[in-house]
């Protein structure tokens, strides 16, 4: 396979760029995704890939709940900032704000443009990513607009 093909192909689908918010007991985290899609209307389902071995993984995997903030187009720093980790002080992860979601226990940042949160059905563990399917069980919109893409940031994760 000519491998440059191959990454020009696979960039060439189109992604969003979202927060994923997990929590581990009363502890909490985020971290920012990029492979995130709707997969049933009945019941709604949605589908997220998470990094083998994060903590993102980890605690999906152990509490069997997420959250996803869907970023608005021109929050490159907001996505950014959670492609490191973030240290938890009460209500923020630095000086960004976030809810707890009142069916999941799991972060919705303030800023976000909408969110939704999610208990997981299911989960296939095949390659460095593992895939877990949620069913979507309470979500909110905060304000509209359009969401962050990933080609707006000039990343790119595939390929």
């Not at 069997?64 to 720093?77: A, W």
Request: hydrophobic share 40%; with cysteine; charged share 20%.
């Amino acid at each position: 396979m000519d491998e440059q093909a191959k990454k020009t192909a696979l960039r060439g689908i189109s992604y969003g760029l979202y927060v994923v918010g997990v929590k581990n007991g009363e502890d909490v985290n985020a971290s920012t995704v990029n492979w995130v899609t709707q997969t049933s209307f009945q019941p709604p389902l949605v589908v997220v890939a998470a990094k083998a071995g994060t903590t993102t993984e980890q605690w999906m995997d152990s509490e069997k709940v997420f959250s996803v903030s869907v970023l608005e187009s021109g929050q490159k720093d907001l996505a950014f900032a959670f492609f490191k980790p973030m240290h938890r002080v009460g209500n923020k992860f630095g000086d960004i704000g976030f809810s707890i979601g009142e069916k999941t226990g799991c972060p919705v940042l303030d800023d976000a443009l909408s969110w939704f949160e999610c208990k997981v059905v299911d989960k296939n563990t095949s390659g460095d990513h593992t895939i877990f399917i949620g069913e979507v069980i309470n979500a909110g919109v905060h304000r509209t607009g359009n969401p962050l893409t990933l080609a707006e940031t000039g990343v790119f994760y595939g390929g």
